[in-house]
């Protein structure tokens, strides 16, 4: 039986008033249950979703549970940089403040697939498109300091199914190599473990605490393209207490506490983990935070690298 770690609940009944969060992929899994918990305490949550549709049906459960729910829906398709800027541009002229960028949205395991710009889709929508997010709203993170980017990545930025987790930087959107869906994904989660330690590193001293997680084996439609969502649904029982797969409350929990914990703002930069099926026993536990097992995740040289690469192919290099 899993043994998630708990957000201390004095920071669930923080009073969030006047305090504003963006996050990404807000729709569905651990992405809702984060924008749920925000709006209960008070906080004006932008929903950045893929499908406008999808958000709203969101947004009215959410007013179902909490009728003061103060949740905008905002389109946002990470997997197409013109998107990426019309919201930015959007969010700006409405918003003047923004505490808290919660850069959730994912997908794993995709099938070879190419966004609008071409890139990779996974190295695409989990890094590139967040990276271009939050450079596009760092002003404005920076006006409202004290302010949090937390990326939420994977354990899988260590091995994701026997593949180790690395930066190609040879080839990083399969243009000349064979693809495998489990290597991209395992580069695009380390690629948002390396991106958090990097802002962190060029915006020290500045307010912005940015860092990166774990949630843990979550419940949620991410297994979409490995298996069924339904059967994951039918055998919960069986994974939850053999394989530890826990339900998106709990896996909201890390995100929560890297918002909400008044010490991670002394932790810029570092990378917090749910439990989760280490390879290496001692990290097996997970921890707020905790040093993460693949030796690349902290690099500066791989994240420094990372950063001007990524800067290049997003358009935002001179
Ligand atoms: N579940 C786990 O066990 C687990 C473990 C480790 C890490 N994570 C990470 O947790 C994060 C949240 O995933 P989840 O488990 O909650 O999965 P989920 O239920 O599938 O939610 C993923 C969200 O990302 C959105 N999204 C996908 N492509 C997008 C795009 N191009 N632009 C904008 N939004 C997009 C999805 O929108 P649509 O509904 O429109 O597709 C959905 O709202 C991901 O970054 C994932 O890598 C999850």
């Known amino acids: 039986m899993p043994h998630p770690l708990m957000v201390r609940p004095e ?5 969030l008033g006047g305090r504003l969060y963006i996050v990404t992929g807000a729709n569905s899994g651990i992405g809702l249950v984060t924008t749920e918990q ?8 932008v929903m950045a979703c893929r499908r ?23 389109t946002l398709d990470l997997g197409n940089l013109s998107s990426i800027h019309a919201f930015a541009k959007a969010f700006k002229a409405g918003h003047a403040q923004l505490h808290g960028l919660i850069n959730n949205a994912g997908i794993m395991n995709a099938p070879l697939g190419r966004t609008a710009d071409g890139f990779e889709t996974q190295f695409g929508t989990n890094h590139l498109g967040h990276f271009l997010l939050t450079a596009l709203l760092l002003d404005t993170l920076k006006v409202s300091a004290p302010s949090r980017i937390v990326n939420v990545a994977s354990l899988y930025h260590v091995h994701a199914r026997g593949r ?10 399969y243009e000349e190599r064979r693809y495998d869906g489990w290597e991209a994904y395992a580069q695009s ?11 962190a590193r060029r915006h020290a001293g500045t307010g912005i605490t940015a860092v990166s997680l774990n949630p843990g084996w979550v419940r949620t439609n991410l297994i979409r393209n490995t298996a069924p969502v339904w059967l994951q649904n039918l055998l919960q029982p069986f994974l939850r207490y053999a394989g530890g797969m826990i339900e998106p409350w709990e896996g909201a929990q890390t995100t929560l ?9 002394k932790h810029s930069g ?7 099926l280490y390879h290496d026993r001692s990290a097996r536990a997970g921890g707020w935070p905790l040093v ?4 690349l995740a902290h690099d500066d040289k791989v994240a420094q690298r990372l950063w001007d690469v990524s800067e290049k192919l997003v358009g935002l290099a001179d």
Do not use: W
């Not at 920071?11 to 009073?15: K, N």
């Not at 918002?259 to 991670?264: H, K, N, Q, R, T």
């Not at 570092?270 to 989760?276: D, F, R, T």
């Open 164 to 173: 180790v987790g690395a930066i190609h930087f040879e080839d990083p959107n």
């Open 52 to 74: 406008k549709e999808a958000g709203e049906d969101a947004a009215r459960e959410i007013r179902g549970k909490i009728p003061a729910a103060k949740i905008e829906v905002m």
């Open 189 to 199: 989660k380390l690629a948002n473990v390396l991106h958090a330690r990097e802002l």
């Open 11 to 15: 920071l669930l009944t923080l009073d």
């Open 270 to 276: 570092e990378y917090y983990s749910q439990i989760g």
């Open 38 to 45: 925000l709006a209960r305490q008070g906080a004006t949550v």
């Open 292 to 295: 993460s097992p693949n030796p």
């Open 257 to 265: 506490h890297c918002l909400l914990a008044p010490e991670v703002a």
